[in-house]
């Protein structure tokens, strides 16, 4: 069964830092694209960043640019979200999720999710 | 970037109704367009890739269709399993955007 595994969501002060992480597990990492969506309390699903399957191709929402990073290691099968600057309004549950298909330079749907890691801002 | 919004937000329905639901882009997205469905403390599923094709293992009462700006989301007869919070989102552009959701909750 394809799986994804997130780790690293904290309770972290007001311009604190974090690392999330997302290990995969049953298919071919490299081969496809990953992403970011979290999800605030009680609010609805919003993407964060994606990353192509060799490393490029970075995309950010506006709200995390500057901020965060994505970055993957192809020889581990993890994803990775570095958060600096984190604010309350970072404070959400934190998917990671996979692309339907093999990257070829487009993005798809997500067909393979992690459960979450929660990530808390707070003084 | 562009703005996806779901209609209604939330709507009450019973077991056995034909529900569907709405999602209008504020641009074309070809159909470059996705269906999740999302239940309590879980991660979404997603149900309808690209505006209607049937996910492997999504049982076939669900259907979506469209192409554009209005696609909609169709369950032909609502058991009590579906009763979740439904998201569209597109990845026709970057950033990728959902809808707000439609919550079916039970009549």
């Known amino acids: 069964e394809v799986n994804l595994l997130e780790s690293g969501g904290d309770l972290v002060r007001p311009g604190g830092s974090l690392r999330l992480s997302c290990t995969a597990s049953t298919f071919i990492f490299k081969n496809f694209a990953m992403s970011w969506v979290r999800q605030a309390p009680g609010k609805g699903l919003e993407w964060v960043s994606s990353?192509?399957?060799?490393?490029?191709?970075?995309k950010y929402a506006d709200s995390v640019k500057g901020r965060f990073t994505v970055s993957r290691d192809n020889s581990k099968n993890t994803l990775y979200l570095e958060m600096k600057g984190l604010r309350a309004d970072d404070t959400a549950v934190y998917y990671c999720a996979k692309d339907q298909i093999p990257f070829n330079g487009q993005f798809d749907a997500f067909d393979i999710w992690g459960q979450g890691t929660m990530v808390t801002v707070s003084s | 970037d562009i703005q996806m919004t779901q209609s209604p937000s939330s709507l009450s329905a019973s077991v056995g109704d034909r529900v569907t639901f709405t999602c209008r882009a504020s641009q074309s997205v070809s159909t470059s367009l996705h269906w999740y469905q999302q239940k309590p403390g879980k991660a979404p599923k997603v149900l309808i890739y690209?505006?209607?094709s049937l996910q492997s293992g999504v049982p076939s009462r669900f259907s979506g269709s469209g192409s554009g700006t209005d696609f909609t989301l169709t369950i032909s007869t609502l058991q009590p399993e579906d009763f979740a919070t439904y998201y569209c989102?597109?990845?026709?552009?970057?950033?990728?955007?959902f809808g707000q959701g439609t919550k079916v909750e039970i009549k």
């Open positions: 690209s505006a209607s």
């Open positions: 989102q597109q990845t026709y552009s970057f950033p990728l955007t």
């Open positions: 990353i192509g399957g060799t490393g490029g191709d970075e």
